[in-house]
């Protein structure tokens, strides 16, 4: 999301401090929904927002709402930019700034905290809020919500230019904390050159399920093409697709894109190539079937397929 959507976004808050906002939520409370305890909006703008700007503008809500608590976890992910797949709802997360947490009782509506985050670096402080920087965002990711959203975040920041070694020498640091042994595999396992979060999510399904030797971004070769395929394994190619790749605008014309789609398949399967294509929505709504369907592929690949020389 670029930082104008961003500016757009804050522009559509109604802030309680300010006596014509708060008139109008008076009048017709029905018509607002609170985003924070301070700032709110209209519920049919609400609506109309995608999930992961809702999601942003929560975060940057409460935020400038309590500025003794720093954005953590994804909340501040969402606001950094870092790549966020969320697996279980998605409350604000927020860390105090000093001493405990509050208590469960204080904590507003939608609004988590955390007694901390791993490591001590500082906040980084943005016009109107704090958030934990980048590192320390995505080792929280990986400590409290798992592998996969962990391996999404981490492949980000490698591909943001983090080297490796001090993503190590952090996690040392951290001695031993709450499931580091899941952000270690979860180090192990990123990669630099991760082109999108799905891209990373679909190898991190892949992986927990015992799925792995996968090549990353593989370059294929058939004369005189070139193609890329997300994830390959042997002569099985893991393809996500994107609704950007088919909405007529970002790439091509709609029939023109689903067109060149479809030779391209047609030459990896010339060449051998069994390839799988799922959406973002099957990785989030069905996962289990996503995993059954490489499974049986992969075994179809390697007992009946040719693989390409």
Same mark, same amino acid.
């Given at each position: ?8 976004? $804050? ?6 401090? #300010?006596? =014509? ?18 700032? +709110?909006? @209209? ?9 992961? =700007?809702? #999601? ?15 954005? @953590?976890?994804?909340?501040?992910? %969402? ?6 797949? $969320? ?10 700034? %000093? ?14 905290? %955390?007694?901390? @985050? ?11 809020? %704090? ?87 593989? #370059? ?14 042997? @002569? ?14 970002? +790439? ?7 067109? =060149? ?38 075994? +179809? ?9």
């Amino acid at each position: 999301m670029d930082s104008k959507r961003k500016q757009e976004l $804050a522009n559509k808050l109604m802030d309680s401090n #300010r006596q =014509e906002d708060r008139l109008a939520h008076r009048k017709r409370p029905a018509a607002y929904r609170k985003v924070s305890t301070r700032f +709110f909006i @209209s519920v049919t703008e609400w609506k109309q927002l995608r999930y992961h =700007e809702k #999601r942003w503008l929560a975060a940057y809500a409460v935020g400038c709402t309590v500025p003794r608590a720093v954005l @953590s976890g994804r909340s501040a992910a %969402r606001i950094l930019g870092i790549w966020v797949i $969320a697996t279980t709802p998605e409350p604000v997360e927020l860390v105090a700034q %000093r001493g405990k947490a509050p208590s469960r009782k204080q904590w507003p509506p939608g609004v988590v905290y %955390r007694d901390r @985050s791993p490591g001590h670096t500082p906040p980084q402080t943005f016009d109107r809020l %704090r958030t934990t920087d980048a590192l320390t965002t995505v080792f929280a990711i990986a400590l409290r919500h798992g592998f996969a959203e962990g391996l999404v975040a981490m492949d980000w920041l490698l591909r943001e230019g983090m080297p490796r070694y001090r993503i190590e020498e952090a996690a040392a640091r951290l001695g031993r904390v709450r499931n580091i042994a899941t952000l270690r595999q979860v180090i192990a396992h990123a990669v630099d050159i991760s082109l999108s979060p799905y891209e990373s999510y679909a190898r991190a399904l892949l992986l927990q399920a015992g799925i792995g030797g996968w090549q990353v971004n593989a #370059r294929i070769t058939i004369p005189p093409h070139l193609y890329v395929a997300d994830l390959l394994r042997g @002569s099985l190619i893991v393809e996500i697709d994107g609704a950007q790749k088919y909405d007529g605008t970002t +790439f091509a014309p709609t029939d023109t894109a689903i067109r =060149e789609e479809r030779e391209r398949e047609k030459h990896l399967q010339n060449a051998g190539y069994v390839v799988v294509r799922v959406s973002p929505e099957q990785l989030l709504d069905d996962a289990h079937g996503f995993l059954t369907t490489v499974t049986r592929m992969l075994g +179809f690949a390697e007992m009946y397929v040719t693989r390409p020389a």
